[in-house]
C-alpha cells in the first residue's frame, strides 16, 4: 500500500501541482488511524480518500522505482570512483578518446595541473 505522501504527491502533479511544505502538511497521530492531511492550502481542492485512492498503483510504482534507485545507491561504488573508471577506459581506448576528444583534453590538463 503506498504511503499518503506519495499518493498526495501523484495528485498535485496530477493538477499541474508540487509538493510545498507550506501549503500542505500529513500528520499521524499514533492512535491507529494512520496518516492524514492536516492541513491544506493549495488553490485546488483537498483531496478525498476516494480521490486518493486512484492514484494507488501511480504511487505503488513510484515507491518500487524509488526502492530500487536506493538500492543501486547503497551499492555502485561512489561516483569519484565511477568517473575515475570512466577516465582511464577513455585514456585506454582510441575510440573512446576520439568521441570525448574535448572532454579528455580539458580532463587530461586538469589532470596534469594537479598531479599525483
Not at 505503488?60 to 565511477?82: C, F
Not at 575515475?84 to 576528444?101: A, G, R, V
Amino acid at each position: 500500500m503506498a504511503q499518503l505522501y506519495t499518493k498526495v504527491k501523484k495528485y498535485l502533479e496530477a493538477n499541474s501541482k508540487t509538493w510545498d511544505n507550506t501549503k500542505v502538511s500529513l500528520q499521524n497521530d499514533s492512535d491507529g488511524k494512520g496518516d492524514y492531511i492536516k492541513s491544506w492550502s493549495y488553490d485546488i481542492p483537498q483531496p478525498s480518500d476516494e480521490q486518493l485512492a486512484t492514484y494507488e498503483d501511480e504511487a505503488n510504482a513510484e515507491e518500487a522505482l524509488n526502492t530500487v534507485y536506493s538500492n543501486r545507491l547503497k551499492e555502485y561504488p561512489p561516483i569519484g570512483d565511477q568517473l575515475d573508471m570512466l577516465w582511464h577506459s577513455i585514456d585506454e581506448s582510441p575510440e573512446l578518446k576520439t568521441k570525448y576528444f574535448k572532454f579528455y583534453e580539458a580532463c587530461k590538463a586538469i589532470k596534469v595541473k594537479y598531479p599525483k
